[in-house]
């Protein structure tokens, strides 16, 4: 057997370990949504959203402390639910949470809402009366300090790893200037 086919078997091994536990670990997400939490994703599209961006979590452990949460709901978004939250509190805690002493600094500074929609032409502008409801939504979300990343449900289609690129330069981009803001208030209280 050649030097090259049998890297080739290898790499082919190691590939088909890490596709199952890949899928397994996909499987047990979607399972935790909906047992645990009483979460389901319906949407087929966001279904495909959420297994790339947790494909991406699962290949890039530095990018683990950030997590999506499905189908999000409270007093911000009011009777409206996004498809997804970015959860920014949980990363910082994650970051700083060693030490007791920060955990008020990191409380006083009001973390960002970030919100990921994929909208479906059927479900947002077929009619004018679901196009007003869409804007009126998203005004009030807005109004609520939320910021909005969307995507139509063709893009994630055609190339959830572009949508999934995105989202995360967003995230950096907004986790950057929370974390800045959490590291001059502690300089401050030094």
Excluded at 29 to 35: A, H, M, T, Y
Excluded at 49 to 59: A, D, G, N, S, T
Excluded at 170 to 175: G, K, N, R, T, Y
Aim: charged share 35%; aromatic share 14%; with cysteine.
């Amino acid at each position: 057997m050649k030097f090259t086919d049998r890297v080739k078997e290898f790499l082919d091994e190691k590939c088909q370990l890490l596709a199952t536990r890949f899928y397994v670990n996909t499987i047990t997400q979607f399972d935790e949504l909906e047992e645990e939490q009483k979460i389901t994703i319906e949407s087929p599209v966001e279904q495909l959203f959420y297994i790339e961006w947790l494909f991406r979590k699962f290949c890039y452990p530095d990018f683990s402390d950030i997590y999506l949460k499905p189908q999000y709901q409270d007093e911000s978004t009011g009777k409206f639910r996004l498809d997804f939250a970015v959860e920014f509190l949980q990363a910082a805690y994650i970051k700083w949470g060693e030490s007791i002493k920060y955990d008020q600094i990191i409380l006083s500074i009001e973390h960002p809402k970030l919100g990921i929609e994929i909208d479906g032409h059927i479900w947002h502008e077929k009619t004018k009366d679901q196009v007003q409801c869409h804007k009126e939504r998203e005004r009030f979300l807005i109004s609520m300090g939320w910021k909005l990343l969307r995507f139509t449900g063709s893009e994630v289609f055609k190339n959830p790893q572009k949508c999934i690129h995105e989202t995360i330069e967003l995230i950096e981009s907004v986790q950057n200037e929370y974390y800045g803001k959490i590291r001059e208030k502690i300089q401050r209280e030094r």
